[in-house]
C-alpha cells in the first residue's frame, strides 16, 4: 500500500469522531478547573531546519575560521537537524501520525526517564562541545597541523572550580604532556574519585600547575570527574569557533569538519553545489552513524541539496525513503566524504549508498 492511500485510509477510520469534540480537543492540554495533565508519554520526530555550515546565522559565521588565509567558498555545506514535538495531547499525536511522515517515540526515548530539564541541557552541551572539538581535531591532522587543548568552561560546583579557568591551556597532566583533548581525557579517566591530579595550564602567557582532588562522575559511579568542557584549538595563528545555538549531540560533525577543511584549503571544495550531510566525526577522522536519518534526508531534499553524505551504517534507512534526485554517498571516514564531495564536483562517479 503506498503512503498516500495509507494515510487516507487511516484518515476516513477516525472520520466518525465528532467534529466539534476533536477540535476543542486539540486546543486542550488539562481538564478545566483541574490540575489534570492530558499530555501523552510520545513524541513526534520529523524533518528539523538545514544549516549552511559555510554561511552565517543573523550575521555571525556558523563556523567562524580565522587565519592568514581564508577562503570564501561560493558552496553549501548543510547540516541537517531533526525537529522533536512533545508535551502533546492525544489528538494532536494522532493528527501527526495521519497528516505527517513523523516518527512516533516514546518521550523517554528522547528524554531519559527520571533526567531533569538541566541535565539533559548540560549532557546536550557535552556531546556538543566535544563534537566541535573532534571536529577541530580531526579538520587539523587532515590539514596536517598542531592543536592544543584549552578549556572551553568549567562546570559549576565541581572539582576543577577554584582551580581552572576558561580560555586555560592545558599542557600536562600528571607530568604527561598532552596536545589533544582525548589525550586528557585518558589519563584523567585512568584515575579514580579522591585522586589528586596535578596539571600544568598556561593561563595568560605563564604557566602554572594546580591540583585539585577528583570527583565522582554521577553518571558514570566510579569514575573520575574533573568537571571541564575541554576544546582543541589549532595552534600558531589560525582561530577556529562555532557559533550554532540551540543545537545539541554530535551529528554535526562531519559537516563542521568539512567546513573548516574547504576554508582553510583554495578553491571550493563543492564545485559551487549545495551538498548535505550528518554524522559524528571522531578526531582520527572517522565517521559514525546518527539518529534519525530519514527525517534528515527529507530535510536535506526539500532544501534543494544535490549531494547527501550519509554514514555506511545508516544507508540501509535513508534508502527506505524517496530521495529524490540526490545523490547519496555512502562515507565511513573524513577522507570519505572530502573524496565523494570532488568526485560530484568534478561529475566523476560517486561511491554511493546503493554501491556500497
Not at 595552534?235 to 557559533?243: K, L, P, Q
Request: proline residues 7%; negative net charge.
Amino acid at each position: 500500500m503506498n503512503t498516500a492511500r495509507h494515510r487516507r485510509t487511516r484518515t476516513l477510520a477516525w472520520g466518525a469522531l465528532p467534529l466539534l469534540l476533536l477540535t476543542a480537543a486539540l486546543s486542550v492540554d488539562h481538564i478545566p478547573l483541574a490540575d489534570v495533565p492530558l499530555t501523552v508519554p510520545y513524541a513526534a520526530e520529523g524533518p528539523g531546519p538545514t544549516v549552511d555550515t559555510l554561511g552565517e546565522v543573523e550575521g555571525i559565521p556558523v563556523v567562524d575560521v580565522r587565519a592568514p588565509e581564508v577562503d570564501t567558498p561560493a558552496g553549501q555545506l548543510r547540516m541537517t537537524t531533526v525537529s522533536v514535538r512533545t508535551n502533546m495531547t492525544l489528538p494532536q499525536l494522532i493528527g501527526r501520525w495521519l497528516t505527517t511522515d513523523d516518527t512516533i517515540v516514546p518521550a523517554e526515548q528522547i528524554f531519559p526517564k527520571g533526567a531533569t530539564r538541566e541535565e539533559i541541557e548540560e549532557a546536550n552541551k557535552a556531546a556538543f562541545s566535544q563534537s566541535e572539538s573532534a571536529a577541530t581535531v580531526a579538520a587539523m591532522d587532515w590539514l596536517h597541523l598542531p592543536v592544543k587543548t584549552v578549556i572551553a568552561d568549567v562546570i559549576k560546583d565541581s572539582p576543577a572550580q577554584g582551580h581552572i579557568r576558561p580560555d586555560d591551556v592545558l599542557l600536562q597532566v600528571d607530568g604527561k604532556r598532552v596536545a589533544k583533548p582525548g589525550q586528557a581525557q585518558e589519563l584523567i579517566a585512568a584515575l579514580a574519585p579522591g585522586d589528586q591530579v596535578e596539571l600544568l595550564l598556561e593561563r595568560d602567557g605563564k604557566e602554572i600547575t594546580v591540583r585539585p582532588t577528583l570527583g565522582e562522575n554521577e553518571h558514570d559511579p566510579g569514575k573520575a570527574l574533573l568537571g571541564v568542557y575541554m576544546a582543541a584549538h589549532p595552534v600558531d595563528d589560525i582561530e577556529v569557533s562555532y557559533n550554532l545555538q540551540d543545537v545539541g549531540g554530535p551529528s554535526a560533525g562531519m559537516m563542521f569538519t568539512l567546513a573548516v577543511i574547504d576554508k582553510l584549503t583554495p578553491g571550493d571544495l563543492t564545485g559551487g553545489h549545495v551538498v548535505a550531510g550528518t554524522g559524528t566525526i571522531d578526531p582520527d577522522g572517522t565517521v559514525g552513524p546518527i539518529g534519525g536519518i530519514v527525517h534528515k534526508a527529507r530535510a536535506a531534499r526539500d532544501a534543494g541539496t544535490e549531494l547527501f553524505l550519509s554514514p555506511s551504517d545508516n544507508c540501509a534507512e535513508v534508502l527506505s525513503r524517496d530521495t529524490g534526485n540526490m545523490v547519496v554517498a555512502a562515507v565511513d571516514t573524513l577522507d570519505d566524504a572530502v573524496t565523494a564531495i570532488e568526485s560530484f564536483a568534478k561529475g566523476e562517479e560517486v561511491r554511493t549508498c546503493g554501491s556500497a
